[in-house]
């Protein structure tokens, strides 16, 4: 109670009185946090900090053993509709149907949601529909907290037990790390980060990062979000930058559907929620399909300002083997409603 207390009287000192809109830069002095009612609510940077060491110090002074719980959900294709529920524990393991000679994911939501969510869905069907392979959904009860600030401050050790699990099943159920792929949408993209800097068995053959969020966390802080070096290859789909999700690049191969900032078929979409989801839609389409046209950009605010020309580039947005030749940054031809690749 007294966490929220202390958001809540930040937040509405801020909606009370709210700085100028002239130097606000989200990311570099203060962010747009995304509140419960979907609105944004500009926070300093000093104010962001002070609250993430105010619930650090609470989640101490509280000693509580399992303060970011963590579920994972097996979906083969089994069970493609059915999950089993899975823990770090040999018979859990050994009595689902897991697979260590397949292919593993480890799909991760974001803020609001749960493994239940239609992103879980989509990814989950995608990769089942293509091969056989093992999907982790990953549930993480504090991406439902009322307030995101205490969600972003769950996201370490959320990777941490995504981690755990991983070296668990690599040190006693022989599951390779090679043909291991980590996905998280928004908040789950950095959890998918902290995971790659926490595994302890090798390092993961792939991270995919979707739309990773913005809010609270800085591109000049690669250690506390997703970057290009928590796995072998990480590559991200950028659809709402500078508002929920980062603009400058954040994988090794980054990706900028219609520019990267605002999707085609979201008319009025003035917080980004609807160019921040569709990252979700693009990736699994884009899993089933590989129909995504890319062009190469020599930067990321020539892909920003869709100034990139030259012939289409080989590797398409989200295909399946790009970690083998991938590097980049990437301006990606988009339409406004399904399907979404334009391969014509």
């Known amino acids: 109670m007294k966490v929220f207390l202390v958001l809540t009287t930040f937040a509405l000192a801020a909606a009370v009185n709210p700085l100028e809109d002239d130097g ?80 593993t994911c480890f799909v991760i939501h974001g803020w609001t949601q749960s493994y239940e969510s239609e992103m879980n869905g989509l990814i989950r069907d995608a990769w089942l529909s293509i091969s056989e392979c093992n999907i982790f959904v990953v549930d ?45 949408h928004s908040l789950g993209a950095h959890v998918a980060g902290y995971c790659g800097k926490n595994v302890c068995s090798g390092m993961l053959q792939e991270i995919c990062g979707l739309d990773p969020a913005l809010p609270c966390f800085s591109f000049d802080k690669p250690n506390e979000r997703l970057n290009e070096n928590d796995a072998y290859y990480v590559k991200s789909i950028q659809t709402c930058g500078g508002r929920l999700g980062f603009e400058k690049p954040i994988g090794k191969d980054a990706r900028y559907p219609n520019g990267g900032k605002e999707q085609p078929g979201c008319e009025l979409d003035l917080t980004g929620r609807c160019s921040h989801a569709r990252s979700c839609d693009y990736y699994a389409e884009a899993v089933q399909g590989n129909n995504f046209r890319s062009i190469r950009c020599n930067d990321y605010e020539d892909a920003v300002n869709k100034n990139c020309s030259g012939p289409y580039s080989d590797d398409k947005m989200g295909a399946v083997n790009n970690y083998e030749f991938a590097n980049g940054v990437f301006y990606v031809l988009v339409q406004s409603s399904p399907p979404y690749g334009d391969c014509s």
Do not use: C
């Not at 053993?65 to 089994?78: A, Q």
């Not at 037990?161 to 040190?171: G, K, P, S, T």
């Open 24 to 103: 606000r830069i989200s990311g570099k002095n203060g962010w747009y946090i995304p509140q419960p009612d979907g609105s944004l609510l500009w926070m300093a940077i000093d104010v962001v900090t002070n609250l993430l060491a105010e619930l650090a110090n609470q989640a101490i002074i509280l000693g509580l053993p399992n303060d970011s719980p963590v579920y994972f959900y097996l979906y083969t294709r089994k069970n493609q509709y059915s999950a089993q529920q899975i823990t770090a524990d040999y018979d859990s393991i050994s009595n689902s149907n897991f697979n260590a000679e397949h292919p």
């Open 140 to 184: 993480w009860p504090r991406a439902r907290s009322v307030e995101y600030i205490s969600s972003v401050a769950a996201v370490p050790p959320t990777g941490k037990e995504v981690a755990r699990i991983i070296d668990y099943l690599v040190n006693n159920h022989a599951m390779s790390l090679e043909i291991t792929r980590v996905i998280g």
